[in-house]
């Protein structure tokens, strides 16, 4: 008797916490910009002289392919690619601590990351009334812990976007004599 | 709290096993590398006396079914080509044909192995090997 009670009074909760969840209002939080969205953009973007956007995306491709990605999408008309690599998540502070929480807690209480997915899209675009080629590049990652649960997180870290561009211009520029 | 000395002691000995080469911040995986750009680049490119890059496209399709590869994406006008290879591991691999001076085209192909960048010239070499046979061309080292 007691267990039916629980089991409608659980069903009622399930149903007030469903009217309550607004799948609009929560888009519109999502579909916010970042607060920070001009910084975002900056760090994302460079522009090169030149007027050549097919050099510019080959040499992206060669740029994408010294570090490791697959190119999963390409559409040269539009300026377009879309990279992605899957590598180690594991992180030594991480795993000492699932130790810590194991020995404490039991097995089932240590979680850590155990691989992630890179994404990267890379966006180019000439620059109307100049002799420049705008680049944008954006990575993501989803990552995946030892439960099999997935987190996912735009990178926003200057230095990553810092080092990819030095590595671009080399390549830009390596290209741009070979043609 | 209920102490659980054989899992716990299990548990360390497992992690201990994961701590060898692990690293502190996952997110230094984007711009990770093992090797440099130029010996990368040395590696995983040849270049080939032709300047046919449609048939080149065609003939590193065909190499990497040959390889039992499944193509994922071809795009003709930049010659990129993607394909993975499933064999109770996971290996993908792009290949990308662009023009190299006037009379020649570079062959690139890079490739991950599960989890890993592989960077050893050996398997690379098989790659370009098989390639040669289909293009019937030598593959030439680039600089």
């Known amino acids: 008797m007691r267990t039916r009670r629980n089991l409608a009074l659980g069903v009622l909760l399930a149903i007030s916490l469903t009217a309550c969840l607004d799948a609009n209002k929560a888009a519109m939080q999502i579909g916010k910009p970042p607060e920070d969205v001009v910084k975002l953009r900056s760090l994302e973007t460079r522009r090169y002289d030149t007027l050549d956007e097919r050099t510019v995306l080959l040499a992206s491709t060669q740029t994408l392919q010294d570090l490791g990605f697959t190119v999963s999408e390409s559409a040269p008309g539009a300026g377009v690619l879309v990279a992605s690599k899957q590598r180690d998540a594991r992180e030594t502070g991480q795993v000492v601590g699932a130790i810590v929480l194991a020995v404490l807690f039991g097995v089932n209480a240590a979680v850590w990351d155990e691989e992630q997915t890179i994404n990267v899209t890379l966006v180019t675009t000439p620059i109307a009334n100049s002799k420049q080629v705008e680049v944008r590049v954006a990575f993501d990652r989803v990552i995946r812990n030892n439960k099999q649960q997935h987190r996912g997180e735009l990178v926003q870290d200057a230095e990553v976007y810092r080092q990819f561009f030095e590595k671009l211009s080399a390549g830009v520029q390596l290209e741009g004599q070979q043609v | ?143």
């Open chain 2, 1 to 143: 709290m209920r102490w659980r000395p054989i899992p716990s002691v299990l548990m360390a000995f497992v992690a201990l096993g994961f701590l060898v080469g692990c690293q502190t911040d996952s997110k230094q995986q984007i711009m990770l590398t093992d090797k440099t750009q130029v010996e990368l680049r040395a590696i995983q490119t040849r270049g080939f006396d032709t300047t046919d890059k449609p048939l080149a496209v065609r003939n590193v399709i065909s190499t990497l079914q040959d390889l039992g590869f499944v193509v994922d994406k071809v795009d003709d006008t930049l010659g990129t080509i993607s394909g993975t290879k499933l064999s109770g591991y996971a290996m993908r691999m792009t290949v990308t044909v662009r023009p190299h001076g006037k009379a020649q085209l570079a062959v690139r192909a890079s490739a991950q192995y599960n989890l890993t960048a592989v960077s050893d010239p050996k398997p690379y070499q098989q790659f370009f090997a098989a390639l040669e046979k289909a293009m019937f061309l030598t593959a030439n080292e680039v600089d």
